[in-house]
């Protein structure tokens, strides 16, 4: 990252990213009746929508560059948090919805975290520490939902 505006657009484009996979992965799950799924991607993309709202509020004031799609430099072929595609599979189980929501909320606090070691400029370096502990959260509350989950599975299983 070489500048404050780059790491917004990079953030803006992160959440804006996750909040239309997961809220397309939500219509998907919906659309075949599975809707315990989809009531969890619908959730994660309103968090989406609301790191983007926080994201674009904090560019409000500055000159962000403008970047197609394919411009963005990511660590894999998507932006961090973009949801597995596969997971519009209509049998998916809860189970596996969660695994695939903590894949996604992991890779995007380990973008940030990455940004945070290697930036030397100290307003990034502050954005990015406050990224990712938001995404640090909701790696935690996403466990917390797979503990859940297991508990409830083994307390039906007995």
């Not at 919906?30 to 959730?43: A, E, I, T």
Request: hydrophobic share 40%.
């Amino acid at each position: 990252m070489n500048s404050v505006e780059e790491f917004l657009a990079y953030a803006v484009k992160l959440e804006e990213e996750a909040a239309l996979r997961f809220g397309e992965l939500a219509d998907a799950m919906g659309s075949c009746g599975n809707s315990d799924v989809s009531k969890l991607f619908r959730r994660l993309s309103e968090y989406s929508r609301m790191h983007l709202a926080d994201a674009r509020a904090r560019s409000a004031f500055r000159d962000i560059p403008t970047k197609a799609a394919s411009e963005f430099d990511w660590p894999d072929v998507e932006s961090p948090e973009t949801a597995a595609i596969w997971a519009a599979d209509p049998f998916l189980g809860h189970g596996e919805a969660l695994q695939i929501a903590r894949e996604a909320e992991e890779a995007s606090r380990d973008y940030y975290k990455s940004i945070l070691d290697t930036s030397e400029d100290p307003e990034i370096k502050a954005l990015a520490k406050e990224f990712f502990e938001e995404e640090s959260q909701h790696v935690r509350e996403i466990h917390k939902w797979i503990a859940a989950y297991e508990a409830r599975r083994s307390v039906t299983a007995s």
